[in-house]
């Protein structure tokens, strides 16, 4: 068997056209804010990209650069003054944050119906009891993929390994409330393989190269790897999943680059879209 190609790169196009499409029919443009601190190289081509994207579908975006040592009460204020601006619909802190600074401060300051990022305790709240809510984008990116390939969710094992905020643990709640029966593994599980060789679907964000081989899956498996493991010797990325091996027994495979992260900047976009509608009572 050799495993069907999840194409991330062509589904996040398409959503983006769908995006835009739906834009132009606003009576304005949704607008978009990006806080980032210091000058972590990898959040530098984040944002970027985040910004070229979002003027692509219409999303008015930009970027607020803050610098590594602005204080905690100050890095509040803007955001509240964000929270306050009818202009503003999405609000987005780029993580991580310098040590000095509380995170867990920072994130609930975002306005629930602001937190495009999906990270507030209400947002999460309301994911976890299986309510309508801002979504984290990496997960919803994954079920937003799973649904366009048709990959049946509803009654399978699915096996999330990373038990994050930001993936492990969106991902799991995601899944089950689409009806699977979810394990999250992690860095302590035992026997991980003999969990893992049980899923019908597999979700994996370690972060080690080639980590996920033969012995972690059974045929017909769905393998989706979030990873993004910067592979120096060849100058390329690499995901967990030993891609080779694995897509021989898979079903449906996700490549690295081009699966999961081109989906996660499209859901960012649907999300400041969802959430302008929100504040607009457009939805509920
Ligand atoms: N850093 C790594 N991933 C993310 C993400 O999804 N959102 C934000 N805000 N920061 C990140």
């Not at 619909?89 to 119906?113: R, T």
Request: contains cysteine; aromatic residues 4%; proline residues 5%.
């Amino acid at each position: 068997m050799t495993a069907k190609i999840i194409d991330g790169k062509k589904t996040a196009q398409k959503i983006r056209l769908e995006l835009k499409r739906e834009i132009q029919n606003l009576k304005t443009k949704p607008e978009l804010r990006v806080i980032l601190v210091g000058n972590n190289p990898a959040s530098q081509i984040y944002v970027k990209n985040k910004e070229k994207y979002a003027s692509e579908v219409g999303i008015k975006s930009e970027t607020i650069r803050l610098p590594e040592d602005i204080t905690e009460e100050k890095l509040l204020k803007q955001i509240k003054k964000l929270n306050k601006d009818k202009h503003i619909n999405g609000i987005l802190v780029q993580l991580p944050l310098p040590s000095h600074i509380n995170e867990f401060s920072v994130i609930n300051a975002i306005a629930p119906e602001k937190d495009v990022d999906g990270f507030t305790i209400y947002n999460k709240g309301l994911l976890s009891i299986g309510k309508p809510a801002l979504t984290p984008c990496t997960p919803l990116g994954i079920i937003e993929l799973l649904k366009q390939y048709k990959v049946n969710i509803a009654s399978k094992n699915a096996v999330v390994i990373g038990r994050s905020n930001i993936v492990g643990k969106p991902m799991a709640q995601l899944l089950l409330n689409e009806d699977a029966t979810v394990t999250i593994c992690h860095s302590k599980t035992k026997n991980l393989a003999e969990i893992t060789a049980n899923a019908d679907i597999l979700i994996s964000a370690v972060g080690k190269p080639k980590f996920i081989g033969k012995k972690y899956v059974k045929k017909g498996v769905t393998v989706i790897d979030v990873a993004m493991n910067r592979d120096t010797k060849n100058n390329r990325w690499v995901g967990d999943v030993d891609f080779d091996n694995v897509s021989k027994v898979a079903k449906f495979i996700t490549p690295v680059p081009g699966g999961v992260g081109p989906m996660t900047i499209a859901m960012l976009l649907k999300n400041t879209v969802q959430a302008y509608k929100i504040q607009k009572k457009m939805v509920k």
